[in-house]
C-alpha cells in the first residue's frame, strides 16, 4: 500500500500535515474565533418551530435564494452585484482556486495570514507567493506587495481586512492600490467585518476585478459553515460552474433565512463581543511582558518575552483554558498566542492563567 500511495499522491499532499484542530473537551474554548454566545430560549424555540418545517426528504434549492435574499436585506450587498454562497468561506476559496487553475499561475497574499489561501492554491496546483508584513506592526509593506503584484502576476490576489491571526486592518489607501495594481482579482476577506467598522462591501463596483469574501460563522453561526462571495456577476458565472450542486444543505438555508431575520441578537453579541475585547486589551497590556496588539477583530494576539510561549501556552491549557499558539506558525509570530475573545467570567479565567504562568 505504502509503494501505491507513493506512486499515486503527489509530492506535496504527502509532505502536509492535516489541518490541526485540538480536543477542547473539558476547557474554556478559546482558540478558533468563535462567538461564545447562544441564542436566547424563546428564539431557540421559534428557530425549532422552523425547522420542523424543513424538506430534509428533498434536495435544497442550489442557489439558496432565501438565503441571498436575506443578506440582500440584512448585510445590504450592493445593488447590481452577484452573491454565490458556499460551505463556509472556504469552499469559496477552493472555488475560486479551481476556476483560474492552470500551469504556473500564482495566488499571492501576505504573511502571516489565513493559511488556507496557501493550502488550497497548493491542493490547486497553484504556486502561492507570500509577501511579508512589516515586523514591528504587521502592517503592509505596500512597496514589497506591488512589487511582487508586479513580478509575479498573480492570478488571484487575498487581502484579509482585518487580517487573521494578527487582528489588525490594513491601512485603506494601500488596499485601494493593491487593487488598481494587480493584474488579477483581488479577494478582500473580511470574515470579521461584525468587529469592525470598516468595509470595502460597498465599493463593490468601483473596480471590475475587486471580490468581497464573507463569512457567518463569527456573527453567531460557525456551526452553518456557511460564506457567501459577493461580487460582479459576470465573475461569480464563471466561479459558479466550480461549485458542486446543492452544498448548502436544507437545514443551514432555513436556519440562516431566520438567523438574519433576528439580525439584532447577533448585533447585541457582536457589541457585547466589541465591549469585551476593550476591557481584555487593556487588562493584556497592563501584564508586565506581555505586549498585546490592538485588534478590530474577535481575537487578539499578544507576544510573551522571548522563548515563554510554548511553556505558558501548555500552562494556560493546563488551567482549563484553551487558546492558540502561534510561536511555530510563522518567523514574525514567535513568542505569540491568540486569544479569542469570549464571555467576560472567559476571559477573567484566561487572564488569571496567564498572570499565573507568566510571572
Known amino acids: 500500500m505504502e509503494n501505491l500511495i507513493a506512486q499515486l499522491v503527489r509530492p506535496e499532499i504527502r509532505a502536509l500535515g492535516a489541518y490541526h484542530v485540538p480536543d477542547p473537551a473539558g476547557l474554556i474554548k478559546l482558540d478558533a474565533m468563535e462567538n461564545p454566545y447562544t441564542w ?21 434549492d442550489p442557489q439558496g435564494q432565501i438565503v441571498q435574499d436575506a443578506l440582500r436585506e440584512a448585510i445590504g450587498i450592493p445593488a447590481g452585484q452577484g452573491i454565490l454562497l458556499g460551505n463556509g468561506s472556504d469552499e469559496l476559496i477552493q472555488l475560486l482556486a479551481l476556476t483560474v487553475a492552470a500551469p504556473g499561475r500564482k495566488v499571492l497574499s501576505v504573511e502571516p495570514g489565513f493559511v488556507m489561501y496557501r493550502m488550497i492554491a497548493l491542493f490547486a496546483g497553484l504556486d502561492y507567493v507570500g509577501v511579508p508584513l512589516a515586523a514591528a506592526d504587521f502592517s503592509l509593506d505596500l512597496p514589497a506587495v506591488l512589487e511582487a503584484l508586479e513580478r509575479e502576476r498573480p492570478a488571484l490576489t487575498y487581502i484579509a481586512y482585518p487580517n487573521n ?29 461584525p468587529f469592525t467598522d470598516h468595509s470595502f462591501l460597498p465599493r463593490l463596483g468601483d473596480w471590475p476585478n475587486l471580490l468581497v469574501l464573507r463569512t457567518v460563522s463569527k456573527m453567531g453561526l460557525a456551526g452553518l459553515r456557511l460564506g457567501y462571495l459577493a461580487g460582479p456577476p459576470a465573475w461569480l458565472h464563471e466561479i459558479d460552474k466550480t461549485r458542486l450542486p446543492y452544498n448548502i444543505n436544507v437545514l443551514t438555508q432555513v436556519t440562516a433565512a431566520f438567523a438574519l431575520r433576528h439580525r439584532a441578537v447577533l448585533d447585541a453579541q457582536t457589541q457585547a463581543i466589541r465591549v469585551e475585547r476593550g476591557r481584555l486589551f487593556a487588562a493584556l497590556a497592563a501584564i508586565p511582558g506581555v505586549h498585546a496588539y490592538p485588534s478590530d477583530a474577535n481575537f487578539i494576539l499578544l507576544r510573551l518575552p522571548a522563548g515563554r510561549a510554548d511553556a505558558v501556552f501548555a500552562g494556560i491549557k493546563q488551567r482549563g483554558v484553551l487558546v492558540k499558539n502561534l510561536n511555530a506558525a510563522h518567523p514574525l509570530l514567535r513568542d505569540c498566542l491568540r486569544v479569542t475573545v469570549g464571555m467576560p467570567q472567559e476571559n477573567d479565567a484566561f487572564l488569571a492563567a496567564l498572570v499565573a504562568e507568566n510571572a
Do not use: H, K, M
Request: hydrophobic share 40%; aromatic share 8%; glycine share 6%.
Open 40 to 60: 436566547p430560549l424563546e428564539l431557540q424555540s421559534e428557530w425549532l418551530e422552523v425547522l420542523r418545517g424543513a424538506s430534509i426528504n428533498r434536495y435544497p
Open 165 to 193: 491571526p494578527t487582528g489588525n486592518l490594513f491601512d485603506e489607501a494601500d488596499v485601494c492600490r493593491i487593487i488598481e495594481s494587480a493584474p488579477g482579482l483581488v479577494i478582500v476577506d473580511e470574515a470579521y467585518a
